[in-house]
């Protein structure tokens, strides 16, 4: 089975910090995805990856940044959080097979709470 | 306007009953369209592929009507275990990686 794993289920940081969210994925899916899920907005992509240092802005990616230096690892940054950042993050990864229209299999998620 | 759209429910049926949940999506060019389920404070999971042809697994059908670009589950005999929200996905090539769009989510409860 697939298995994407996030480094934390449950984080609580402070206006300002930095935070740092691990996805790693056991498949070596080529395609690596962060989404924000929020009540009445539902997933929202922020930055996706096809490959080794290879990144692209989706819908929402100012506050964010993100980095790929293995394959199997996909990282997500807020250089400085805020309080507007405070949600749940979802990394996903798909196979380059089906040209990117495949199923997506997501970690468990990583709830953020910013104060 | 929304590129998917779901009616966000909730619905809320007894054991045993039908439901069939609805979504439609913008974009021609889309596809290949999918139903993730997803439980409460959960990741979404695959519930099922959607195709032209219909498909059903178990309780479960899927329908794709790309004239109308609209897309249906329909859950048949429900199931206390089938309280959730699905998620309509709609994907298509026009990335490096593909592009997944998601509806909002439609809530499904079931009571005994």
């Known amino acids: 089975d697939v298995k994407v794993t996030q480094s934390s289920r449950y984080l609580v940081k402070r206006t300002g910090e930095k935070v740092f969210l691990e996805c790693v994925q056991d498949?070596?899916?080529?395609?690596m995805f962060w989404y924000r899920q929020d009540p009445g907005l539902g997933l929202r992509l922020i930055y996706f990856?096809?490959?080794?240092?290879?990144?692209e802005k989706g819908d929402i990616p100012e506050g964010y940044s993100v980095s790929r230096e293995k394959k199997e690892r996909f990282s997500l940054i807020l250089e400085s959080a805020s309080t507007n950042q405070t949600s749940m993050y979802l990394c996903a990864s798909r196979p380059l097979a089906g040209g990117g229209t495949g199923e997506l299999f997501f970690g468990e998620g990583s709830r953020l709470t910013v104060l | 306007r929304k590129e998917v759209e779901q009616d966000p429910g909730p619905f809320n049926v007894p054991e045993g009953a039908t439901v069939a949940f609805n979504c439609t999506y913008s974009n021609s060019a889309s596809q290949s369209f999918f139903w993730y389920r997803q439980d409460c404070r959960k990741e979404p999971k695959l519930l099922m592929s959607v195709y032209s042809s219909g498909n059903e697994d178990g309780r479960f059908t899927a329908q794709l009507n790309r004239a109308s670009q609209y897309i249906s589950l329909l859950i048949r005999d429900s199931k206390l275990s089938d309280s959730a929200t699905y998620l309509c996905?709609?994907?298509?090539?026009?990335?490096?990686?593909?592009?997944?769009?998601f509806g909002d989510g439609t809530t499904l409860t079931v009571k005994p």
């Open positions: 996905v709609v994907n298509m090539v026009n990335t490096n990686a593909g592009k997944s769009t």
């Open positions: 990856s096809y490959d080794v240092k290879m990144k």
């Open positions: 498949m070596d899916h080529e395609n």
